[in-house]
């Protein structure tokens, strides 16, 4: 998103507010195009960098992609929409990871308890939400509700064997581009 309109072609020519190096997101964007200033911002002060001209624009991610528009700034690139035109894929946002030295069966139960948790939310969502809320920072109960849909649903409990695919293909392409220094093997654990 950015203050001026813009578009993909401009982002060389812009410094973009990241919301940090190591982000799904940041890796998505460098996939699409690496030749780019930027500069880290708190996630949650990325618009606030690109209104006051510290940045031409910004990466977002949490709950600014939903009202970023009502701040009187432009998308410049969805890269979900990129990412699904080129693959036929959901963009993998964000993950769980955790390190194989702790064994199979503590693995499995650290994923067996996360499972449990992000069912508890679903079969409990006014609750989950209602709990939510006093994160928000004035953010409306519907648009909040809105923002708890993208990221607590189905595939939060299973990412089906596309986004496994997409996964591996995220990490792949980091790879390829010279983002991420070595292959990534993936194990998705089963609870």
Known sequence: MSREAATPDDIPNLKIAIPGKL???FLALRIFNSDFEYEVVPFDKIIDAVQDGTCDAGLLIHEGQLFYESKGLHKVLDLGEWWHQQHGLPLPMGGNAIRRDLGDERIREVSKL???S??????H?????QYAMQFARDMEPELAD???AMWVNDLTLDYTDRGREAVKLLLDEGFKKNIIP????????ES
């Open 23 to 25: 982000t799904s997101a």
């Open 182 to 189: 070595h292959p990534v093997q993936v194990d998705f654990v």
């Open 146 to 148: 809105r923002f708890v």
């Open 125 to 129: 969502r006014d609750d989950a939400l």
């Open 114 to 116: 996360l499972r449990e």
């Open 118 to 123: 992000i069912n508890y939310s679903l079969t």
